[in-house]
């Protein structure tokens, strides 16, 4: 069953009021304001604790109810925050277990944010109160519409209370059995074999970094700390308001948590996109890697719409250099979204802060604290086209080919020691696959390799490194039963936990499955070039390449460089009634988009809609509206489904 959250593009943002209740008129102000700008929610009381709870036990509600009236009276839904990013300094005093020890062992002294211990049950006790007092609180309040859990979780905690944690996580994974632990770390290289649980602390410089599976499992014991904390977190909230939706507000490609497995937690997922549009002289790449992005996020549940919980209305304040975006980027940065499958486009923040570490951070409305300026006309401009698009709110998206850009072999490809130590980026191999569908405007779904595969006519799987206990099968199954599954380079060589395979590569049945053997991997130094074909065209073999030898594959490509010339570089099988691909080689030019368009026209899987468009213009059917979206900072030409032309600005957009 489709859930539908929304019947219309929600258009808010992360609103502080609690930072300017000694200057009650801005706020009134601000009332104003949004009405101006579009506005219809508001996401109120992320970092609110020491305004809530100013001191032990001690709730101070009034200034949030003023402002749940007044946001509602005003016709501004709620987004309602649980504060537990960040914590009163009193809390951190009485209770010092409650802040993070990082990796050198030392407790940290109270300060920033996310600057606490997943594990600490006075903390855990503390969030748990805090939340159920709001849910409470606000339970009835026809304002609220959603609850955004803490603020971007992250990190992690070296403390005793976390070390126990994790041994007690070990024992869970291993069956409560150290000799099953020691063989999947492979302890008996250099003397490492463990006699009892407590011998075990977590990976860090100063102790235990060499062992891959281990630090996998550490991953993983993060991630499973920070969902069972937002589990805590959440459990008054479900109790008491059971029929309003969950979310957390996810960062980008962050490695620290597997985001894939988290989102199976939410109602909803949302992330926050700070695109980098206008950092340099093209932003096609940044467009493609947000698009990535989007689709990664509606993925995680199977097309379900998802919010933009954050984007700048202008520029940030975290990179070196932080250069103000174009005229009609923010448009375009929302409209993106939206095709991609948003049901919000929000901002952090609404109202500039006046002093600390984000003064200098866009917001709607800045520090001169009217509606007369470029950034605040623009996103007035957005709310009113956004008004215009809720017949899109709530649809699914679906798509015919998935890439499989997985975190859990993300953290896996990170940590292997060996081929070539300096080209590990995984997502951006990843994005690469991506983008000829982007260019092509045909839809891609982002999945992890626990996703389902069936419902796609081509499954692509780069730097598939490894693969978790069902992956085979699942790859074998859809293959028979007529899928087009493509893997490329270092594809299936461990298991889900970094313990290589024997026995040849790619991983035992898959050997049939793709027709190959795969002997030896090479690797090659930034100033060195390998040649190889594929359909007849010469491309460069950048980084790393496998020696590969067809056991009934057809050859598609051969190496021409080294001494594996002659040798195959792409390969075809056809298996059951589909076909198994295997792109030996990495390459940083044309090869994907070669193969990629070669598959589509072979394969029949064409673009979502049938306008014509040039590079860089971007082509997004969502429900019956198609988005033509330029990217490029010229003018471009394109042909619409009855042959018209029709021109397209710099950086604007059509919804037809
Ligand atoms: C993140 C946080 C916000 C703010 C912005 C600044 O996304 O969630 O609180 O710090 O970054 O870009
Ligand atoms: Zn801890």
Not at 200 to 218: D, F, T, V
Not at 253 to 272: C, E, P, R, T
Request: aromatic residues 12%; glycine residues 6%.
């Amino acid at each position: 069953m489709e859930k539908k959250f929304f019947n219309h593009i929600v258009h808010g943002g992360d609103y502080n009021p609690d930072q300017w209740l000694k200057t009650p008129e801005i706020i009134d102000e601000d009332m104003r304001l949004m009405k101006l700008a579009h506005i219809n929610s508001a996401t109120v009381g992320i970092f609110s604790w020491s305004m809530l709870e100013p001191r032990e036990g001690v709730y101070n509600f009034q200034w949030l109810d003023e402002m749940m009236d007044k946001l509602h009276s005003n016709g501004i839904d709620v987004i309602l925050a649980t504060p537990s990013g960040a914590r009163p300094a009193w809390l951190s005093q009485k209770y010092p277990e409650v802040l993070r020890v990082e990796e050198n062992g030392i407790r940290n002294d109270f300060g920033v944010r996310h600057n606490h211990c997943l594990t600490s049950p006075v903390y855990r006790k503390k969030v748990n109160a805090i939340n159920r007092a709001i849910a409470e609180r606000y339970k009835n309040h026809p304002a609220l519409k959603m609850w955004h859990i803490s603020n971007e979780y992250c990190g992690e905690c070296h403390c005793e209370l976390c070390q126990s944690a994790f041994r007690e996580w070990l024992k869970k994974y291993y069956d409560n059995d150290l000799e099953k632990l020691n063989d999947s770390w492979w302890n008996g290289f250099w003397s490492h074999r463990i006699t009892d649980w407590s011998q075990i602390n977590s990976p860090k410089y100063r102790g235990e970094n060499h062992i891959s599976a281990m630090k996998l499992c550490w991953d993983r014991f993060v991630t499973d700390s920070h969902i069972s904390f937002y589990e805590n977190e959440i459990a008054p909230i479900r109790e008491i308001t059971p029929d309003i939706p969950i979310t957390t507000n996810f960062m980008r490609m962050y490695n620290g948590i597997d985001y894939q497995k988290f989102a199976k937690h939410l109602d909803l997922v949302s992330w926050d996109n700070y695109p980098c549009f206008g950092e340099s002289e093209s932003n096609i790449d940044a467009a493609v890697e947000t698009a990535f992005c989007h689709d990664t996020f509606r993925s995680m549940k199977n097309g379900q719409p998802f919010f933009m919980m954050e984007s700048t209305p202008s520029l940030v304040n975290w990179h070196d250099v932080n250069k103000l975006p174009k005229p009609k980027m923010q448009t375009l940065t929302a409209i993106q979204s939206v095709a991609h499958g948003a049901d919000s486009v929000q901002y952090f923040q609404w109202r500039k802060s006046r002093g600390s570490h984000e003064k200098f951070h866009g917001a709607v409305v800045d520090h001169c604290g009217n509606e007369n300026t470029r950034v605040f006309r623009e996103v007035a401009t957005t709310g009113a086209a956004l008004e215009k698009l809720s017949n899109v709110a709530g649809v699914y998206c679906d798509s015919k080919v998935a890439i499989i850009c997985d975190w859990d072999n993300s953290r896996a490809v990170h940590h292997f020691c060996g081929y070539n130590n300096k080209r590990r980026d995984y997502y951006a191999e990843c994005i690469k696959w991506y983008r000829p569908f982007w260019e092509m405007g045909v839809s891609a779904d982002v999945i992890s390799m626990d996703d389902d595969f069936s419902k796609y006519g081509l499954v692509i799987a780069p730097f598939l490194y490894m693969l978790k206990d069902n992956t085979e099968s699942k790859i074998e199954e859809y293959v028979r039963n007529g899928g087009n599954f493509v893997m490329t380079y270092l594809g299936a060589v461990v298991d889900k936990d970094d313990l290589c395979y024997l026995g040849g590569l790619p991983a035992n049945g898959l050997k049939k499955v793709f027709g190959i053997w795969c002997e030896e991997t090479d690797s090659l130094p930034e100033n060195m070039k390998g040649k190889a074909t594929f359909n007849g065209k010469e491309y460069d073999v950048n980084h790393v390449c496998d020696i590969i030898h067809s056991k009934g594959a057809k050859i598609l490509g051969e190496y021409r460089s080294d001494f594996y010339a002659g040798l195959p570089s792409v390969t075809e099988n056809e298996y059951g009634s589909g076909k198994a691909y295997y792109v030996g080689f990495r390459n940083d030019e044309d090869l994907a988009g070669d193969f990629c368009r070669w598959m589509a026209e072979k394969e029949n899987i064409s673009a979502d809609s049938d306008i014509s468009v040039p590079c860089g213009v971007s082509v997004r059917k969502r429900g019956d509206s198609i988005f033509v979206m330029n990217f490029n900072n010229e003018d471009k030409e394109i042909i619409l489904q009855d042959g018209s032309k029709t021109v397209i600005a710099a950086n604007d957009y059509l919804v037809l």
